[in-house]
């Protein structure tokens, strides 16, 4: 017992020092509960075109099909709340993701992550285990929940009392046990700011969200041509969509980030509608060589650009 309390303080403090806001950690068990919400959620098609969420469903439940022998799992937060809100500039500008304003969060946690690893072996010896930062079969929210590092809101996403929700979430699974936190309540209450806020409810219920009707889905995930039957308005989001956040009272007590990574470049502070409208191949790969925004491609945030112009025809704007 004294060698697990001792290497769980050494995983807490590791966590601080490499600058993760918040550290929590889980048993690496079955997820039971989720198992049936997984499998609903995808019956009723609420993940689109998304075919990758139908792969290695067993994986996503099971964390020692991912890691031998698995014990832990840590969960990590890591805010990237701006100084400076870009699309609160002008009425009519085009909007993106908070979370893609610098550069690509996979690269820059992911090193963290690896450095974190090694730092565990040094200090406590034969460790095995494996990083993620939403780029493989992990629920991610799940196991932040279970680590009491906040709960999932209405809109779905993991709030943190402290931090609100802009955050990105990273994993550890290792074969090493540990003290595992408890959860924390669920403190949305009456509050139904992001179901009412979003334009396509794609929030259909509390705690329900049909990511087939989300504009991050529409903008990012989505390769074909937009439907004709979308319904609401994109309210100029070109990249990402941060509605539901941006309304959730637990926001008022995000703080900016720190991390240089993440500080929007000089030229996208400045970019106009007629700077994104005017892009080339060329210098989108210049200006988003190492951005999130690359993962749109230039074919598909042209697409964007001009449904949402199309939008404001339609709407006399």
């Given amino acids: 017992m004294l060698n697990i309390e001792k290497n769980t303080k050494i995983i807490k403090e590791t966590a601080k020092n490499l600058g993760f806001d918040y550290c929590g950690i889980s048993k690496a068990d079955f997820l039971e509960e989720e198992a049936n919400n997984l499998e609903n959620w995808l019956k009723n098609q609420y993940q689109g075109e998304?075919?990758?969420?139908?792969?290695?469903?067993?994986?996503?439940?099971?964390?020692?099909?991912?890691?031998?022998?698995?014990?832990?799992?840590?969960?990590?937060?890591?805010?990237?709340?701006p100084q400076k809100d870009l699309n609160d500039q002008k009425d009519n500008q085009y909007k993106i993701s908070k979370y893609a304003y610098g550069e690509d969060y996979h690269e820059v946690i992911k090193k963290k992550l690896k450095d974190f690893l090694l730092i565990i072996q040094q200090n406590i010896g034969e460790v095995n285990g494996r990083a993620f930062v939403d780029s493989a079969p992990v629920m991610d929210k799940v196991w932040a929940k279970k680590s009491g590092l906040g709960w999932q809101g209405k809109h779905t996403n993991l709030i943190n009392r402290k931090i609100g929700s802009f955050f990105f979430i990273a994993e550890l699974i290792i074969d090493l046990p540990l003290i595992a936190d408890g959860k924390v309540g669920d403190f949305c209450g009456t509050c139904t700011k992001c179901i009412d806020a979003c334009p396509t409810d794609a929030i259909f219920a509390p705690y329900q969200l049909d990511a087939s009707k989300?504009?991050?889905?529409?903008?990012?995930?989505?390769?074909?041509?937009?439907?004709?039957?979308?319904?609401?308005?994109?309210?100029?989001?070109?990249?990402?969509?941060?509605?539901?956040?941006?309304?959730?009272?637990?926001?008022?007590?995000?703080?900016?980030?720190?991390?240089?990574?993440?500080?929007?470049?000089?030229?996208?502070?400045?970019?106009?509608?007629?700077?994104?409208?005017?892009?080339?191949?060329?210098?989108?790969?210049t200006i988003f060589k190492n951005s999130p925004i690359k993962r749109a491609k230039l074919e598909g945030l042209k697409r964007n650009i001009a449904y949402v112009e199309k939008e404001k025809q339609t709407n006399g704007k």
């Avoid at 139908?54 to 990590?76: G, I, Q």
């Avoid at 994109?234 to 637990?250: A, K, L, M, S, T």
């Fill in 50 to 81: 998304m075919k990758y969420m139908e792969n290695h469903f067993d994986k996503r439940l099971n964390p020692t099909l991912l890691v031998d022998n698995a014990k832990s799992v840590v969960s990590l937060l890591f805010n990237y709340f």
């Fill in 214 to 285: 989300c504009i991050s889905y529409f903008t990012i995930e989505l390769k074909k041509e937009m439907p004709e039957n979308i319904k609401g308005s994109f309210e100029n989001w070109i990249f990402g969509c941060d509605i539901c956040q941006d309304v959730c009272p637990w926001n008022r007590f995000s703080s900016p980030h720190q991390t240089p990574e993440f500080f929007p470049s000089p030229t996208l502070l400045n970019m106009s509608n007629q700077d994104w409208q005017e892009i080339t191949e060329e210098v989108f790969k």
